[in-house]
């Protein structure tokens, strides 16, 4: 990292994928083909992983079956200081591998995590939206390799 005094530490980097409202998730097949998508990521620290779901068909799949490989970024907050021609942010990057949940109980839980990060006041249907898309749902989970968070504050802070 080029402005060593913005690096920060996985604590860090962790907050900032629990805040951002999205992730953006590289990926490369065996030819070394970049492929970038945004996904919703839910962070479970105490094991130290990321679940992210999808459909069971498609290209995302495709690529990560090729080749586990990944990096996941994620923006907590960003915004442009006036007259600096700077931005004052926090993000994250998450570099490490990625598989499929093929645990029955593990892909419940994942899901559940998500459900309850992005839509808590609907968790009274989980049951019911489990049941009816679980069949269809493939669950991806991240294991970070390398964390690194970064910090650009505004000038005076």
Not at 30 to 54: F, N
Not at 108 to 115: H, N, R, S
């Amino acid at each position: 990292m080029n402005r060593k005094e913005r690096l920060r530490d996985a604590d860090f980097a962790w907050a900032v994928l629990e805040q951002a409202p999205y992730a953006v998730l590289a990926l490369s097949d065996k030819a070394g083909t970049p492929y970038c998508i945004p996904v919703s990521p839910v962070a479970d620290r105490e094991y130290g992983v990321i679940y992210i779901h999808c459909a069971k068909v498609g290209k995302k799949l495709e690529m990560l079956r090729e080749n586990p490989k990944t990096c996941l970024s994620a923006v907590s907050k960003s915004r442009s200081i006036p007259r600096e021609f700077e931005m004052s942010f926090d993000s994250a990057v998450f570099t490490g591998t990625v598989e499929e949940v093929t645990d029955e109980g593990e892909k419940v839980k994942a899901l559940l995590l998500l459900g309850t990060h992005y839509d808590p006041t609907g968790m009274d249907r989980f049951e019911e939206v489990l049941e009816k898309y679980l069949p269809a749902t493939c669950v991806l989970r991240i294991t970070p390799a390398e964390i690194t968070g970064k910090q650009a504050e505004e000038p005076g802070c």
